[in-house]
């Protein structure tokens, strides 16, 4: 009857979309296509911080956040205004068409996790 009960609510969390599972190679793609241009996979900044080792200093759910609307976050979040007034060219990080799915945000964070 446990085993029952406890299926039911990972399926219920699975298909509300409330648990999605990143894929580490659709990560990397992203970020190959589209956030290479302002970050580096290492902690040398480009236009925007470097990357490596983020999710140490940030956890999934905070960076889910940021690349769904880093204005946003930079409104409401101390680290997003920080890192908004360190930029040395003035640029905020703008909202990425990608970045609106959710599935993409995980795949993404997925690869960020590996950046060491």
């Not at 940021?66 to 360190?86: G, V």
């Amino acid at each position: 009857m446990r085993y029952k009960m406890m299926l039911g609510l990972m399926m219920t969390l699975l298909f509300s979309g409330n648990v999605i599972a990143g894929d580490l190679a659709a990560g990397k793609k992203i970020f190959d296509q589209s956030c290479h241009y302002c970050h580096k996979s290492n902690y040398d900044e480009k236009f925007g911080p470097g990357l490596a080792g983020i999710i140490e200093r940030r956890d999934a759910a905070w960076l889910d956040k940021f690349l769904k609307n880093p204005a946003e976050m930079i409104k409401t979040d101390e680290y997003a205004q920080t890192l908004h007034e360190n930029n040395k060219y003035g640029l905020t990080m703008p909202a990425m068409p990608e970045m609106q799915d959710a599935k993409k945000r995980q795949d993404v964070i997925e690869y960020m996790k590996t950046i060491e």
